[in-house]
């Protein structure tokens, strides 16, 4: 039996491939394929597999909306998305079929809540959000280390907000125009304020309308799922400054109404993995196969 799992990580931008020690998940080898048609990023990923020794399981991270229902001839394609050529696009179906081995998907952002339990900043946390906002706003829940899913994914990266009174930005989602995603995604920022978010200082009043709305994330998760934390990750998300203003908010949002939230310092976090999580977290989903 082979002592590797491959893991991928299908991004809007990039895909990464990479294989690990099945016992100690240490990194082995990966690569980084630029995210164009399927047919080219999804034959680069298997031309990087061959290319390896054989691995026992494959687990896989994508971005969304991606279908999870195990019971649909669809499982693991991408939904409709405004990404053109993605739409139906058979991620699990192909890999899975080319390896032949026992393989799973699950979004991005669920595995990255996974990796963050198991490794990062969810240690010890049974209950868990994951937030990523940056060219999007994904959400991922893990209970005890396993994705919190209905039917389909969570979408609460395009919940409804109230206006910060300051803010006239039309907003910018292809679906909604000004849900939480369309107001307070990474280019968002860039478009109501014209410059890169990097380049806000942290007194800016950018920041203070992106924590109003964050923060109405936050009171949505503490009310449906009470999580023991919620983790901000990505371009935007992982801002060091950031977590404090959240959390300040979602107090101020909450209104002294919820049992264990309502003046908790501690809910609202960075995520420690990084850029690594959602691999990571795919790695660990191999790993759980055998
Ligand atoms: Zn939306």
């Known amino acids: 039996v082979s002592e590797l799992v491959g893991a991928v990580e299908a991004g809007g931008?990039?895909?990464?491939?990479?294989?690990?020690?099945?016992?100690?998940?240490?990194?082995?080898?990966?690569?980084r394929i630029e995210t164009t048609t399927p047919d080219a990023t999804l034959g680069a990923v298997l031309e990087f597999f061959q290319a390896q020794p054989p691995?026992?399981?494959?687990?896989?991270?994508?971005?969304?909306?991606?279908?999870?229902?195990?019971?649909?001839?669809?499982?693991?394609?991408?939904?409709?998305?405004?990404?053109?050529g993605w739409t139906g696009a058979k991620i699990f179906a192909r890999l899975q079929a080319a390896l032949g081995v026992p393989a799973e998907i699950q979004t991005d952002v669920e595995a990255a809540a996974v990796a963050e339990y198991q490794r990062g900043a969810g240690q010890g946390q049974p209950s868990l959000a994951y937030v990523t906002v940056g060219t999007g706003i994904g959400v991922g829940v893990a209970i005890d280390g396993v994705p919190f899913r209905g039917r389909d994914h969570l979408e609460l990266g395009h919940?409804?907000?109230?206006?910060?009174?300051?803010?006239t930005f039309e907003g910018r989602c292809?679906?909604?125009?000004?849900?939480?995603?369309?107001?307070?995604?990474?280019?968002?920022?860039?478009?109501?304020?014209?410059?890169?978010?990097?380049?806000?200082?942290?007194?800016?009043?950018?920041?203070?309308?992106?924590?109003?709305?964050?923060?109405?994330?936050?009171?949505?998760?503490?009310y449906s799922f009470s999580p023991d934390r919620v983790l901000f990750s990505g371009?935007?998300?992982?801002?060091?400054?950031?977590?404090?203003?959240?959390s300040q908010a979602a107090i101020d949002d909450l209104a002294g109404y919820s049992v264990s939230h309502?003046?908790?310092?501690?809910?609202?976090?960075?995520?420690?993995?990084?850029?690594?999580?959602?691999?990571?977290?795919?790695?660990?989903?191999?790993?759980?196969l055998l």
């Not at 931008?13 to 690569?31: H, N």
């Not at 200082?201 to 920041?207: I, K, Q, R, V």
């Open 235 to 246: 371009g935007v998300g992982a801002r060091p400054h950031l977590a404090a203003q959240i």
């Open 55 to 84: 691995v026992a399981a494959l687990g896989i991270a994508s971005f969304g909306p991606l279908i999870v229902d195990a019971a649909s001839g669809d499982y693991g394609s991408v939904a409709a998305t405004p990404k053109p």
């Open 174 to 222: 292809p679906f909604h125009g000004d849900c939480l995603e369309g107001l307070a995604c990474g280019p968002a920022l860039i478009d109501r304020w014209e410059t890169r978010p990097s380049s806000l200082p942290e007194d800016h009043l950018a920041w203070e309308i992106e924590a109003y709305y964050l923060a109405q994330l936050v009171r949505v998760l503490a």
């Open 159 to 167: 919940i409804p907000v109230r206006r910060h009174p300051d803010d």
């Open 262 to 288: 309502q003046d908790n310092q501690d809910l609202v976090q960075t995520a420690l993995l990084g850029n690594d999580a959602g691999l990571t977290g795919a790695a660990m989903l191999a790993t759980s």
């Open 13 to 31: 931008t990039k895909f990464r491939a990479a294989v690990y020690d099945r016992a100690s998940l240490e990194l082995r080898d990966e690569v």
